[in-house]
């Protein structure tokens, strides 16, 4: 089973920046998918960003559009997740995820892998 770790959460400032990244512990194929998610208090998880491994194809939320980058360092194994622009609402605890299949999916539920979660908090 593979390990995933997140890190780089922490307290920013409305409109600043934080870099998540997620090293797994073994390395991913070609028709894989990494995805980020995030879960505020009371509030399901949600998907945040996604990138299929073998073309870096890249899929975000129309709430992080424009403003979060995710993108994946092969010789690491590792993906991370450029958060710009930061807003109040984006307070959550972001998890890293892996999904054994190519074809694209915004449900937690498809994805068999996850990291411990990282805490975000964005103060207004």
């Known amino acids: 089973q593979v390990q995933l770790v997140e890190s780089g959460g922490g307290l920013v400032q409305a409109g600043g920046s934080l870099r998540l990244s997620c090293a797994a512990s073994?390395?991913?194929?070609?028709?894989?998918?990494m995805g980020w998610f995030r879960q505020a208090p009371g509030k399901e998880r949600e998907f945040v960003a996604a990138?299929?491994?073998?073309?870096?194809?890249?899929y975000y939320a129309d709430s992080v559009k424009g403003r979060f980058t995710i993108s994946r360092d092969n010789a690491k194994n590792t993906v991370y997740l450029q958060m710009n622009s930061l807003k109040p609402e984006d307070t959550a605890v972001y998890y890293c995820?892996?999904?054994?299949?190519?074809?694209?999916?915004?449900?937690?539920?498809?994805?068999?892998?996850w990291g411990q979660g990282t805490q975000v908090t964005v103060s207004s």
């Open positions: 995820a892996r999904r054994t299949y190519h074809r694209i999916t915004y449900s937690p539920e498809d994805f068999g892998s």
């Open positions: 073994e390395r991913t194929f070609g028709s894989y998918i």
């Open positions: 990138i299929r491994w073998t073309d870096s194809s890249t």
